[in-house]
């Protein structure tokens, strides 16, 4: 792909747009605020998107991506832009490691799965085309397959029930038990196909029988819970004062997490008939105008997967940042990935 770092767009190389469109670009670039001088880190580079709309505005950029493929796609970018985009193989957990020695200036977050992904079957992160049951962002380490084949069934109750909230995570675990005995899951539409045949569409759903499961292995297989709480304490870290945390999620559970965070960071006192003697704190993170802001329905008819964006956003302030404590995030309390082995 090849950016034109004078218009804001990204294009394929035979001149078609590319099949990302990052969402509530306007709105992230207002509470981001992107200028000359200033670095910004962007931690789900993707297909370029947030990345080429903040070099337009003249600021440089720090991006990172776990996905090899995103990558890959992104050394014309690189090219393209003199120098200032750094595009690192990273997990963004990790993003106070690659911020430079006097902080960064902002951090934007676009949590979740990418169009590009969704559309290559080989990565398995759809049930509607058929390929191996992956789901792998980083292209290593435990698969969706390896869950499914090797997890016990109460560990798929409760990854399917929390992570992918679905009423019938026992009747979908026990009936992969019983499968996987006799033949192991391969593919998606091995797993799909399964899940309908368990718990059939019925006239008035709204969403394929198999979208909530495959969402709590996609979120499982990639910590994204943990990734994303790791990533707001790093950017506390790495934020210079006046620095802006910019985060767009796509799911309930990804947005709780923020929420909390920038709740937690706000230094109002919290409390209850319980525990009377809560002290207030300095506040880390100032609000950046709305609380909460949603795609326009002019964007969400444009673009689908901007329906259920939530942006939140927060300015850092001079104060301290706090100790690192992930008991904060009330995050569900799963098997380790490592216990089950790939």
Request: aromatic letters at 8%; a positive charge; hydrophobic letters at 40%.
């Given at each position: 792909m090849v950016a034109n770092l004078g218009g804001g767009s990204v294009s394929e190389a035979d001149g078609g747009p590319v099949r990302h469109i990052p969402v509530l670009l306007n709105e992230v670039l207002a509470a981001l605020e992107p200028a000359p001088g200033k670095v910004i880190l962007d931690g789900?580079?993707?297909?370029?998107?947030?990345?080429?709309?903040?070099?337009?505005?003249g600021a440089d950029v720090i991006a990172l991506d776990r996905d090899p493929t995103a990558i890959a796609g992104g050394q014309a970018l690189v090219a393209a832009s003199n120098g200032r985009l750094s595009l690192i193989h990273s997990e963004f957990s990790r993003l106070a490691n690659h911020a430079p020695a006097g902080g960064l200036d902002g951090v934007v977050l676009d949590i979740g799965v990418s169009s590009m992904q969704i559309d290559e079957a080989e990565r398995g992160f759809?049930?509607?085309?058929?390929?191996?049951l992956d789901m792998r962002m980083s292209a290593s380490g435990v698969s969706a397959a390896d869950v499914v084949n090797r997890a016990k069934v109460s560990d798929l109750i409760r990854i399917f029930g929390f992570l992918g909230e679905e009423k019938q995570a026992g009747r979908i675990a026990r009936a992969i038990e019983k499968k996987r005995a006799s033949e192991p899951f391969q593919t998606t539409r091995d797993l799909a196909g399964l899940i309908e045949i368990v718990t059939p569409?019925?006239?008035k759903d709204k969403i394929h029988p198999a979208t909530r499961v495959f969402q709590a292995l996609r979120v499982y297989v990639n910590d994204e819970l943990g990734e994303l709480a790791q990533a707001l304490l790093a950017?506390?870290?790495?934020?210079?004062?006046?620095?802006r945390l910019v985060v767009v999620t796509f799911h309930s559970?990804?947005?709780?997490?923020?929420?909390?965070?920038f709740s937690d960071r706000s230094g109002k006192a919290s409390g209850s008939r319980h525990m009377p003697m809560v002290h207030e704190r300095a506040?880390?993170?100032d609000p950046v105008g709305k609380s909460m802001v949603a795609a326009s329905d002019e964007?969400?008819?444009?673009?689908?997967?901007?329906?259920?964006?939530?942006?939140r956003a927060g300015s850092r302030t001079l104060a301290p940042a706090e100790t690192e404590d992930l008991s904060i995030f009330d995050l569900p309390n799963l098997t380790s990935l490592g216990k089950i082995g790939g």
């Open positions: 789900t580079f993707g297909a370029g998107g947030y990345t080429s709309a903040i070099l337009n505005a759809s049930f509607q085309k058929n390929g191996p569409r019925k006239a950017a506390e870290r790495a934020l210079k004062p006046g620095g559970l990804e947005d709780r997490i923020v929420k909390k965070f506040a880390t993170f964007e969400a008819d444009l673009n689908p997967r901007a329906r259920s964006a939530k942006l």
